[in-house]
């Protein structure tokens, strides 16, 4: 967290902001029910300095881009000094030309509050009483509706940040307490006076990659939850298949020690402990015919399971250590100062450069939506298994009620026969997902901005992926509710029993044939919140600031 945070406070100081502590913010909402964020005594004192800098070189009628110069390839026009003020705003203004959906309200707090530590490093020449003003309306619940396209990650999230902007000087309109409406009306009703830009503050508040780093950390915390879910839906599907959990031995990860598949194998082993329904390479040699001299012999059993079964800690392993380095390199993105020029009050130093450019978001972003699809494939594969009567171990096919043959009904049901080609479609769409955005670079803007980092196409990109994964999840996790109903719920897991509760609260067992729609937008909520996790008796500190929690947990467990 930021530097004399707590659960319910951050406050900023440009330095000590993580992304877990954003998403989770960002996700807790505003207007006296979440996280109070404010800035910090030393970087208000840092952003003054700046702007007597700022100042200091205005007198001295220095050109300074964007501010006494024009934008871009526009940098070779000064202006007078007297005009600063005039420029900011048309700056915000004419990039009031965002296109598609807005942004949800998760996404506007995000970059609200990435935006604002970025500026806290001091080096922007934007006053305290700028971000201030942005502060309060992200506490009284004041949001910009910002267009989610029209960004191409450099020269930063133009488009989207000045509907940010706008919002704080009164134009457009705004999501104020749920309610779209004007912001000058919003910011009225709250007691708060529009902002009017100063030299530098227009450009400060737009030019930076803090829309690309919203999307992308509430990305990585989404992609955290699905890496547990394909864990827990691997212990649901060993457990359905009457599957074989020597695999997940820890000598296996041991001596491959990969920390995401470490971890992951702990996981799952944790939710199968007490299982009756697993098996092991154990269990099956005592089962097992001898071959009692004979050259060859048709075991009963498989000795080990498919590779959607046997590989799944290497596979979900991925998303967890492509996780850790995401979520490093986002850690330093939201706390660096992504605008251009920057101050330096310290040796009175000008400088130009381009930090506002989103390639470690959109190289990280193109990463993880990879690994998170592979997720999908994953779950996708292993519901075959369970649907099929050729290898779920004695399930009925399509996980149906048994009927004797002189039922009416018999021959008339198809359970999850259904279910399983949605699932196979939703797979597909999210691997179609996965081709990289950051290589497309486009020049623009007079070839100024002549090569681009596309990271907020990235990030949405990994947004969408994200929720593709979770409605294969839900859909499988509902199979397995049913398949673990036919074994006998009260031989798994008590983990695994935990959660099928939790499931059958939503989604009754399927008798016959009805449709299961609504039954998928349900499970998805519960995996989206974490419902399925904390069921499962994992803690949300996971998703906070405790790298070490997984590992913790397991040691308290055993």
């Known amino acids: 967290m930021a530097y004399g945070s707590t659960a319910g406070h951050l406050e900023l100081d440009g330095t000590g902001l993580s992304s877990r502590a954003v998403a989770a913010a960002a996700r807790r909402g505003g207007g006296g029910g979440g996280t109070r964020v404010t800035l910090s005594a030393a970087a208000a004192e840092r952003m003054r300095a700046s702007v007597g800098l700022r100042d200091r070189l205005l007198a001295r009628e220095i050109p300074v881009y964007g501010v006494t110069t024009g934008f871009g390839d526009s940098c070779v026009r000064q202006i007078s000094p007297d005009k600063a003020h005039a420029l900011q705003r048309n700056l915000v203004l004419y990039h009031l030309n965002g296109v598609g959906p807005a942004a949800t ?10 935006r604002a530590n970025a500026l806290a490093k001091g080096v922007s020449a934007i006053r305290p009483q700028a971000v201030s003003t942005l502060l309060e309306c992200l506490d009284r619940d004041i ?18 940040l000045c509907y940010l902007a706008a919002a704080l000087i009164g134009e457009g309109r705004v999501r104020h307490r749920g309610t779209v409406r004007p912001a000058a009306e919003a910011l009225h ?18 030019n930076g990659t803090s829309f690309a780093a919203a999307y992308a950390v509430l990305a990585a915390r989404d992609a955290r939850e699905l890496a547990f879910v394909a864990e827990l839906a691997t212990a649901m599907t060993i457990e359905a298949l009457r599957g074989n959990a020597s695999a997940l031995h820890p000598f296996v990860h041991a001596v491959k020690p990969h920390p995401g598949q470490v971890r992951s194998a702990g996981v799952i082993r944790e939710l199968l402990a007490g299982s009756k329904l697993a098996t092991s390479f154990e269990e099956i040699l005592v089962r097992r015919e001898r071959l009692a001299g004979r050259g060859h012999l048709h075991l009963a059993e498989r000795i080990q399971d498919k590779y959607s079964v046997r590989c799944a800690p290497q596979i979900i392993g991925i998303v967890r250590d492509t996780l850790a380095w995401t979520e490093n ?17 310290d040796t009175f130093g000008l400088h130009l450069g381009g930090n506002f450019y989103a390639g470690h978001v959109g190289q990280a972003m193109d990463s993880l939506k990879t690994a998170v699809a592979g997720l999908a494939n994953l779950l996708d594969r292993q519901l075959a298994l369970v649907v099929d009567e050729k290898f779920n171990g004695g399930l009925p096919p399509n996980l149906i009620v048994a009927r004797p043959p002189d039922d009416p009904e018999a021959g008339l049901h198809h359970g999850f026969k259904g279910m399983q080609i949605a699932a196979s479609a939703v797979t597909a769409e999210a691997l179609k997902q996965t081709g990289p955005v950051s290589v497309f670079s486009r020049s623009t803007e007079a070839h100024n901005q002549d090569i681009v980092s596309m990271g907020t196409i990235s990030a949405r990109d990994a947004r969408t992926v994200n929720g593709l994964v979770r409605e294969v999840a839900a859909i499988h996790l509902l199979a397995l509710a049913q398949a673990i109903d036919l074994r006998g719920a009260h031989s798994a897991a008590p983990a695994v029993r ?4 939790l499931i059958r609260e939503h989604s009754p067992f399927v008798t ?4 299961l729609d609504h039954d998928i937008a349900a499970v998805a909520g519960l995996i989206e919140t974490g419902a399925l996790r904390r069921a499962a008796g994992f803690g949300d500190e996971t998703f906070d600031d405790s790298d070490d929690f997984d590992e913790q947990h397991r040691d308290e467990q055993h």
């Not at 935990?498 to 509760?501: F, L």
């Open 498 to 501: 935990a959660v099928h509760g």
């Open 143 to 160: 949001l910009p509706l910002i267009p989610e396209r029209g960004s191409v990650g450099a020269s930063g999230d133009l488009v989207p």
């Open 105 to 114: 309200p998760e996404v506007a707090r995000a970059t609200m509050i990435i």
């Open 329 to 345: 390199w986002l850690d330093t993105e939201i706390n660096s100062a992504t605008d251009n020029p920057l101050f330096d009050a």
């Open 189 to 206: 009703e709250e007691g708060l006076e529009p902002l009017r830009l100063a030299p530098k503050e227009g450009i400060a508040l737009v």
């Open 512 to 515: 016959r044939d009805r449709r």
